[in-house]
């Protein structure tokens, strides 16, 4: 409760900055030239947001696949979806040689599911299904539409910073409360970034509810890492602007490996039961770099994300 408390309390302070934006702006400028930005904003936003599935389907390459192409990861996403209460994603599968998986759609009823070739092939069927069950708790929680929504903020506190001070009528205080609206603009692209690795953690506890054991997801996170740390860097380009939808960020793999060793004591690839047990009576061990590193991430730090999930077990 405590993870969708938090989603929702950001959610409610992310429109009161811009209420506050909008009352302040209004006044300042003319309530016409500010309405004018913030509808344009919520506009682009919703062109976003009915466009958006296409977009990634095009950029993943993503193919659905039938019950009969690929009948045991349909039989999880079935499974998974009913014990989640919602009705089954469609499920589809990309070439993109990332090992990782995504959920998006617009609603309840849109959603979808979807995996890469190279997941299917790298993970155990237990560390699927909790994949799987990840993926599946995103669509759950809604938590898609809620980042979405958390991204206008943002943006329209750019188009307001952008008129207030590079207008014709850009002058002393109107410049003054463009610089404090750009400010605003860097502190809630903060916030979203917050509420990103927020949904995260919350998706993994949401695979735990559905069954999948806690060493099971820590252990394919972990997999995940070595197998992204192998992708040339020309492969990750292709995928940059659509990392928050994975289920971990690829770019970030070849830095959380060094800090993984000390999860995996017996160095065998995997995270076992007993390993995320030790780890939920230590303290886990980040850098500062690390620590500064995840500010400005769609992603929770990894060691700290098998720490939540060492405290599930």
């Known amino acids: 409760m405590w993870l969708q408390t938090r989603l929702y309390l950001l959610l409610g302070a992310m429109f009161a900055i811009v209420y506050a934006a909008i009352v302040v ?36 390459k993503v193919k659905y696949v039938s019950d009969a ?44 599911v979807c995996v890469t070739e190279q997941i299917i092939r790298l993970l155990s069927d237990k560390e699927l299904r909790a994949v799987l069950g990840h993926e599946v708790s995103h669509l759950k929680h809604r938590d898609v539409t809620v980042i979405t929504m958390l991204s206008v903020v943002p943006m329209v506190l750019w188009y307001v910073a952008w008129s207030f001070m590079f207008s014709r009528r850009s002058r002393g205080n109107t410049v003054l409360l463009g610089i404090g609206a750009f400010a605003l603009y860097f502190i809630t692209n ?3 970034l917050y509420g990103s690795r927020i949904r995260e953690y919350y998706a993994d506890l949401g695979s735990v509810k559905l069954g999948n054991a806690p060493h099971h997801m820590a252990s394919a996170l972990y997999k995940l890492v070595y197998g992204s740390a192998r992708i040339p860097k020309e492969s990750l380009k292709q995928i940059e602007g659509y990392k928050a939808f994975f289920v971990s960020d690829p770019s970030r793999a070849m830095t959380e490996i060094k800090e993984l060793k000390q999860i995996d004591l017996d160095m065998n690839g995997t995270i076992d039961q007993g390993e995320l047990l030790a780890l939920r009576s230590q303290q886990a061990r980040i850098s500062t770099s690390d620590k500064l ?21």
């Open 25 to 60: 702006g209004a006044s300042a400028i003319g309530i016409s030239s500010f309405i004018f930005y913030a509808f344009l904003a919520v506009g682009l936003l919703f062109l976003q947001f009915m466009i958006g599935p296409k977009l990634v389907e095009f950029s993943m």
């Open 190 to 192: 903060l916030l979203v």
């Open 293 to 313: 590193m995840e500010i400005m991430s769609t992603h929770p730090n990894m060691v700290k994300r098998v720490k939540h999930l060492s405290e599930l077990v």
């Open 69 to 112: 192409e690929y009948p045991k990861l349909h039989a999880m996403v079935t499974e998974l979806a009913s014990a989640a209460g919602i009705p089954k994603p469609k499920v589809g599968v990309s070439p993109l040689p990332i090992p990782n998986a995504f959920a998006f759609g617009r609603w309840g009823s849109d959603g979808r």
